[in-house]
């Protein structure tokens, strides 16, 4: 799990060190560390890709941030598909529901327009145009109103944690 240390990477990986053995990558600056010691992919059949340093209020503000997502993705796909011969890991890669699609039809469905409507939805379209083109086996998520236990509120995303945030607080 790639991301193990964020909000929605942790739970999958609490959730999932209950069943299975997982190598938790708190970031994708661990994996990056981890990149360097020439990791091999035998024997890890899922990859989860739950990192991202970016939201979208960062990737407006900090078109760096989306450049370094989008190398980052671009690195582990190089990495899993330089081992040749060997199995291929299925990756499955969180993605955004509420900034990928760019259709005005609601609801939205998984053949709706999905250009991305700001920075951080563009991001994600092309790194899921990367992981397409990529031949490796793959699984996109588009989530959306995600909440739960630890999340904080006033990060720039995460709808249903502000909604429960402002009415604690008694504001509008």
């Not at 909000?7 to 060190?17: N, S, V």
């Not at 690195?75 to 499955?92: E, N, Q, Y």
């Not at 920075?119 to 994600?124: E, H, L």
Request: glycine fraction near 10%.
């Amino acid at each position: 799990v790639v991301g193990a240390s964020g909000f929605i990477g942790g739970a999958l990986a609490d959730y999932l060190t209950r069943y299975f053995d997982v190598l938790r990558l708190n970031s994708r600056h661990s994996w990056e560390s981890i990149e360097n010691q020439n990791l091999q992919f035998s024997g890890i059949s899922r990859v989860f890709w739950c990192a991202s340093a970016a939201n979208p209020v960062q990737s407006e503000n900090h078109p760096e941030l989306v450049l370094d997502e989008i190398r980052s993705l671009q690195r582990l796909i190089s990495r899993i598909t330089s081992d040749k011969g060997k199995a291929i890991p299925k990756v499955i890669f969180l993605s955004s529901a509420g900034c990928t699609y760019s259709s005005n039809v609601l609801p939205f469905k998984e053949t709706s327009t999905a250009q991305g409507t700001n920075a951080y939805g563009r991001m994600k379209v092309k790194q899921e145009e990367l992981l397409r083109a990529s031949g490796i086996p793959h699984l996109i998520l588009r989530i959306g109103n995600v909440y739960g236990p630890g999340q904080i509120a006033g990060r720039g995303q995460g709808l249903i944690a502000n909604l429960i945030e402002k009415q604690l607080r008694h504001e509008s």
